[in-house]
């Protein structure tokens, strides 16, 4: 099965084709990018599927992470994988960028749980702490920096992600500091191509993960008084 | 040649496709529109971030539609057409970037459309109208009057200094405590009203530039609503009565103003043509016929559904454009601004976002 696998979600604009029974990556390439996705990404895919030496017709399934993210660059990953999806005939799935930080470490060992943390400005972080089998254990959220603490300071953790070192520096002084602290500014995408891989393929299209409601104010009500 | 076109620079959801045969006909085989109006209408506005996430939601299935309807393949079109600018830059993003991977995935063209260049060409899609014509573009989001001389080749000779007329009508609406979208509401509540009552200004009359300004006007309503408060329905009728026939005044004589100026120039134009939701007002529309009949020249009067945002005219600009070899790269960037007759109308710097 040939995935292809985007990722515009965080501070990075990736794409890959992974032909996945096999287990090879065809082609793979990351810009390091915090603005722009919507200018890169295609021509990126262009290249990648070029490398790969594939046409579209080949492509059995599309992979894009949903987030939480950036609400803009999330949305020109899904966008394109629905895109992608229309014109191939074939499932678009979604990854969370969430998931798809932790998968390397639970990969290589799922006793200890990991704790994926984005940073999501103002003091602010997206968290998930996932255990054995990739198992939620503290289920996705946006949260501050205390709630944070206090949800997954709780035992010998691993922590990847954006906000990995704001965690870790603020963990509290009577807990089992954290075994591993990666900072990353986004997944690998080989990751999120195998998640994909292994996701659901009729699960729905892929729809963003916010986590965070859209940020609009009701009508002001002053008018003129109305007999 | 068939070319799909999507449209999402504000609070429509929209796809069609449209041909255009070799002598320049169009016609349309599918126009989709989804409205998000229920969506904004507790903010009394369009909001971006709850545009952009319903946009990214629904697009593709309208796309599917508007395929399906005609029983249409991707491999059957010659081009791909979206909407990259004007507009709110969530919606670019969504419309540019899907638009771009049914081109990259399908191996068809690319055409970044401006959507004003769109309302622009609509009457040649519609009319088959030949160039050069006189546009009055009248939105909630602009004011103007263009000379559209050539696909690609618009000189706007008139705009306005503040709000859009579509934006007074809106805003008035809002004070007279009418329900949202107020352009509509205004237009049945001044059938009822007496338009002599309020001696309201017309901005900018008789000013040997075809321009607008409307703040001055908006904020004359809201004086005399003031003046009379609390207000009967009646009150309100003649309010927006008074309000649409200043309005009324003042597009008639920057219409004429912009007439005389193009046949000066001795580009006389081949009709008027109004689009932008503001072209639905029946109001305006009947005193433009008049205007049409006195001078001597066409109105041409697209269908409302084709004067308020939609994918047909996105289409049938791509069309065009396509039809002139004027392709756009995959790194084409999405441009919340892009006035009309800026750089030849390709989308090239960046808005950011
Ligand atoms: N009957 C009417 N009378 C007056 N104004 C109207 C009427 N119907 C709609 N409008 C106005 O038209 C505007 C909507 O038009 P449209 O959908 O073309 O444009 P937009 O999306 O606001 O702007 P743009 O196309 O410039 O981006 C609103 O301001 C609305 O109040």
């Known amino acids: ?227 | 040649m068939l070319v799909l076109g999507i449209e999402t620079t504000c609070d429509e959801t929209a796809a069609a496709v449209v041909s255009r045969d070799a002598e320049g006909r169009g016609e349309i085989r599918s126009n989709i529109v989804l409205s998000q109006l229920d969506e904004h209408r507790p903010f009394g506005g369009v909001v971006p971030e709850i545009a952009a996430r319903a946009h990214v939601e629904q697009l593709d299935l309208i796309i599917k539609k508007a395929m399906a309807e005609p029983g249409l393949m991707f491999s059957d079109l010659d081009g791909i057409a979206a909407a990259a600018g004007p507009g709110l830059i969530g919606g670019l993003i969504v419309g540019l970037t899907t638009a771009k991977a049914i081109a990259l995935g399908a191996g068809k063209p690319l055409i970044a459309v401006n959507h004003l260049e769109a309302h622009a060409l609509t009457a040649r899609l519609t009319h088959g109208l030949a160039f050069p014509f006189l546009l009055l573009l009248v939105s909630g989001g602009h004011t103007q009057l263009v000379a559209v001389e050539d696909v690609g080749s618009y000189r706007v000779i008139g705009s306005t200094a503040d709000d859009a007329i579509g934006e007074a009508f809106d805003k008035t609406a809002k004070m007279l405590r009418l329900p949202y979208p107020g352009g509509p509401e205004v237009e049945s509540m001044a059938k009822k009203g007496n338009p002599k009552r309020f001696a309201l200004p017309r901005p900018m009359l008789g000013r040997p530039e075809p321009d607008f300004s409307l703040s001055g006007l908006k904020t004359a309503v809201r004086l005399e609503a003031e003046r009379i408060a609390p207000l009967s329905n009646e009150d309100v009728a003649d309010l927006c009565a008074s309000f649409q026939a200043a309005i009324i005044d003042v597009v008639l004589d920057r219409v004429r103003t912009a007439l005389s100026a193009m046949r000066a120039a001795k580009r006389a134009p081949n009709a008027l043509v109004i689009a932008g939701g503001v072209a639905v007002n029946r109001a305006i529309r009947g005193a433009l016929q008049l205007l049409s009949t006195e001078i001597g020249i066409p109105l041409v009067l697209p269908p409302p559904e084709l004067c308020t945002d939609n994918g047909a005219m996105i289409a049938w600009a791509g069309a065009e454009r396509l039809a002139r070899g004027l392709t756009d790269a995959f790194d084409a960037s999405p441009r919340a601004r892009w006035p009309l007759d800026g750089a030849g109308t390709r989308p090239k710097e960046s808005a950011g976002g």
Request: charged share 20%; hydrophobic share 50%.
């Open chain 1, 1 to 227: 099965m040939l995935v292809l696998a985007i990722d515009t979600a965080l501070d990075a604009c990736s794409a890959a084709v992974l032909d996945a029974d096999a287990e090879a990556l065809l082609a793979a390439q990351t810009l390091d990018i915090d603005r722009g996705h919507a200018e890169a990404l295609i021509p990126l895919v262009e290249r990648v599927m070029k490398v790969a030496g594939v046409g579209f017709e080949a492509i059995d399934r599309i992979v894009t992470t949903v987030g939480p993210g950036s609400f803009t660059g999330l949305r020109v990953g899904i966008s394109a994988a629905r895109g992608f999806a229309l014109v191939t005939g074939k499932p678009a799935v979604g990854v969370t960028t969430l998931a798809a930080l932790a998968a390397p470490h639970l990969s290589e060992s799922d006793a200890v749980p990991v704790v994926a943390a984005i940073d999501a400005r103002h003091g602010n972080l997206y968290l998930q702490m996932f255990g054995s089998g990739g198992r939620s254990l503290v289920a996705a959220r946006a949260c501050g920096l205390r709630e944070a603490v206090r949800a997954v300071a709780l035992g010998p953790v691993r922590i990847v992600g954006s906000a990995a070192e704001m965690l870790a520096a603020h963990w509290p002084a009577n807990a089992t500091p954290p075994l591993a602290v990666e900072p990353r500014g986004a997944p690998e995408i080989i990751w999120v191509a195998r998640l994909g891989a292994a996701a659901d393929p009729r699960q729905a299209m892929p729809r963003p993960l916010y986590l965070r409601p859209a940020e609009a104010r009701p009508q002001e009500t002053q008018h003129l008084p109305r007999r």
